[in-house]
């Protein structure tokens, strides 16, 4: 499982997860671990001085650019810029021979290049679809970029195709046909095919 936001809390033995991994410590990422879980948990430093009052007691370290595994599943965190107070990674998920890039909120992904190398899927952040949430602080950027501008770095780096998760207000409160169709050709624009995830989504890869 890849983050635990506070709308999990209580509820994981739903899934019963093997073991988690997280993104980032803000709350609709992590928050729903508050009660502890029974399965290892996997979190940069910075996430994890974040939520240490988490009753977690199996807690693994992850560091971006240090490959690591759970079970068959091969995980590599890259540094994203997204919160200055709760600092983001994403991670490129192999199993096999194929992989995925998964990021469900970011500004920049600082290493674009290897992070997206070769990947057969970009998994990435639906908080808007055209306007730009990115704003400079501190010499960094913070927020969300827009799912046009993550399109045209999945064509520049040769990911063919695009999944957007954790979306914002205008695809939730929006008309689901009318937001689908837009986002789907804005991919077709850049030659991926787009689309915006669902509940249940389950997905094939080869």
């Known amino acids: 499982m890849v983050d635990c936001g506070a709308d999990w809390l209580g509820r994981l033995e739903v899934v019963a997860p093997t073991a988690i991994v997280l993104t980032h410590a803000h709350?609709?990422?992590?928050?729903?671990?508050?009660?502890g879980a029974d399965c290892p948990v996997h979190a940069t430093g910075e996430t994890w001085s974040l939520i240490d009052r988490f009753p977690l007691a199996d807690r693994h370290e992850v560091h971006?650019?240090?490959?690591?595994r759970i079970g068959v599943i091969g995980f590599e965190a890259f540094t994203v810029e997204h919160s200055l107070r709760a600092p983001a990674v994403g991670y490129r998920i192999a199993c096999a021979c194929v992989s995925v890039f998964y990021v469900p909120d970011l500004a920049v992904i600082r290493e674009r290049s290897e992070a997206l190398r070769g990947a057969a899927l970009y998994i990435g952040d639906?908080?808007?679809?055209?306007?730009?949430?990115?704003?400079?602080?501190?010499?960094?950027?913070?927020?969300?970029?827009?799912?046009?501008k993550q399109l045209q770095w999945c064509r520049e780096e040769g990911v063919k195709r695009a999944i957007f998760t954790h979306c914002g207000s205008e695809i939730v409160r929006g008309d689901a046909r009318v937001i689908s169709t837009h986002i789907r050709k804005l991919g077709l624009e850049e030659g991926v095919e787009a689309s915006v995830a669902d509940d249940g989504l389950t997905l094939a890869l080869s």
Do not use: K
Request: net charge positive.
């Open 27 to 35: 709350a609709d990422h992590a928050a729903g671990l508050a009660h």
């Open 64 to 68: 971006p650019r240090q490959p690591f």
């Open 126 to 148: 639906g908080a808007t679809v055209m306007r730009s949430m990115v704003r400079q602080r501190d010499g960094g950027a913070i927020g969300h970029v827009p799912i046009f």
